[in-house]
């Protein structure tokens, strides 16, 4: 089997340990561990220091010197943690990043049997986890969350297995937008570091938003409740009858697409509560609810135009006091902004007035934000399509804003507002009886939401449209590489890697540490 080469391997760990886009700063416990300060260095000094480390811990044939790596440091304890840590690090930024979660696995593995894991060490594991995940195949994560789960269990106080659990469904959740809201990381801002400063509920209260957030963009729904769940067990200062309504209430909703009764009354509940725990949170979670259930069409809580506007609104007030200007409330006026333009066609003229004069209020947000970053713009010119086809009337307008939208989105390879253009283009196609045209975007959105991920909305889909549940048909009769997915051949390889590294790592209680880095090395491609 090819080995990496040692150049190849120097280059990787070099650009790590001189990294200057957030992982610089993770990085430091490790470079400590070598006596390494690169703050006090300029980059030949730097890259003298790691030279001298790398002649220490990797041969002329690219192979990782344990003992050379192991007497680098002081204490048996900081071996471990040299170790397991930089083990980490190789592979985050290897030729291979799908083994990334594995070779995780390795480190925590031998710091649980050397009993180093402590506290801060298992926050950064985590931390690259979610790096970790974020490049490569986040199945493969599931020999990480067995570890995880035999380390929140037999080795650290409860206080602390909370923080290690909720790091690591933030990580999931990180995932998720990490690696399909952005594949390269670009955006990261958008993803579910959204937060609840509240203390010990931070992560839970981050997972639940990044939940919300995946909702509105109509993601694998049902994946994802169970996550919710375990992050509310996070929220330590608000929780018991009014989360348990509303989880429980989402995942029959989102389950069985029904469960409208239910949702209703969990609305209604909530508002209704004694809200002297943290008023605020419980208000919050009540419009969200509540904005869930219009924007997915999962119940019919606002059913007039009049409805939907003062919904909006409310909502609008609510999320704006708890999240300021985070990434949620930008998400809120795009998503509104889209459905006050539907709620406008159906609306008598004094509601058309108001519902004029909040959308033209969050299309100039929108627009604003367009301006600052172009990550926007496909949102700016999806909404300015909306208004064009409904409002307007201007056919050709539409058509070219449309058009636009999905050209920006392409660009910035934002896979679910791909699929969410083509779809909202392909209703207003079907509005204007052109259903050729229709069926054609309509594809395209359902191959993008196919891409996404975004099963039930699929289903949503194909009970809703004749096109696409006759091509939901046909494609699950036909090889699903066309759909640009990976071929058979892959797919075997990255079984068998699995397998041959799952043996070698839980094969035996007491896994040989070279033997493991030996076989994880033998499948990683030097591009």
Sequence with gaps: MEKCSTYKIRAVVSSLLLDGNGIYNNCNSILSLFDIDIGNQNQSENEESINKVLDKIVDGNGNINIDSLCQTVASDEEQMKCYALLNMCFYAYMYNPSLFA?????????????????PEISGVAVFYCTVGIGKGDWSKIKLVNVLISECTTKRFHDHVAENVRALYFHALLVNHFYVKRHKNGRNHKRIAYMGVESGEAFYGCASMLGFIADLFYVSDLNAHVQHLKEAFNFITKFKTTVLRTYVDSLEIAINTLQGKTLLKNAVLEIKSMDQKNNPSLSS??????????????????????????????????EINFSLQNHVMSKIFT???????????????????????????RFEGKISQWAKLNADYKNWKYLVKAETAAYIDKNIIQASAMYNKAIKYANEGDFTHEVALAHELFAKYQYSCNNPDDADRSMTQSYLAYKKWGAYAKIAMMASENEHIRKLEEDIQNKDLNTLGTDTINQKVKDIKIDESIAKAIFGKADADCTAVLSVVLQNVRAE
């Design 102 to 118: 594995l070779s995780v696995t390795t480190a925590l593995r031998i710091m649980l049997n050397s009993n180093a894991l402590t």
């Design 284 to 317: 919050f979670f009540s419009c969200v609810i509540e904005w869930i259930g219009f924007t997915l069409n999962l119940v019919d809580i606002s059913s007039t135009p009049e409805q939907i506007l003062q919904s909006i609104l409310d909502c609008e007030s």
């Design 334 to 360: 795009f998503i509104s902004a889209i459905k006050l333009i539907q709620a406008y066609r159906s609306a008598v003229d004094d509601v058309k007035i108001r519902l004029s004069t909040a959308i033209t």
